[in-house]
């Protein structure tokens, strides 16, 4: 099984009062930007309900299979106006979360 695809967690992954209170607090602590980018993308990732998302959707990956040149920021946008709970992922700086087969059909028909 751990061939094709390696061992896979649909539960629950943090804690997001801990992830809110440590990106807080970030400016206490001695990191840099892209680590402060990284908890802050954390964040914002412990807000999604798994109930009904899996993974997460790589932009560019999503650019090259339906041939659509979308902005992470104009995704996130589109899915939110929509009522879709996403986010950034701190996985990959290309990737959003919490994108589900309802969203990724809004992000093929552009809305």
């Not at 061992?7 to 930007?33: C, R, T, V």
Request: include cysteine; charged fraction near 25%; aromatic fraction near 8%.
């Amino acid at each position: 099984m751990h061939d094709v695809c390696g061992p896979l967690w649909a539960g629950k992954l943090w804690d997001s009062k801990l992830a809110d209170s440590i990106a807080q607090n970030k400016l206490k602590l001695n990191l840099s930007n892209e680590e402060r980018k990284i908890l802050d993308a954390i964040k914002e990732e412990s807000k999604i309900n798994w109930s009904n998302a899996f993974g997460f959707l790589d932009m560019h990956a999503f650019g090259r299979t339906y041939k659509k040149n979308l902005k992470i920021s104009d995704a996130i946008e589109l899915l939110s106006n929509n009522k879709i709970n996403v986010s950034r992922t701190h996985f990959t700086p290309y990737g959003i979360r919490g994108v589900d087969g309802v969203g990724l059909n809004k992000l093929v028909n552009g809305r």
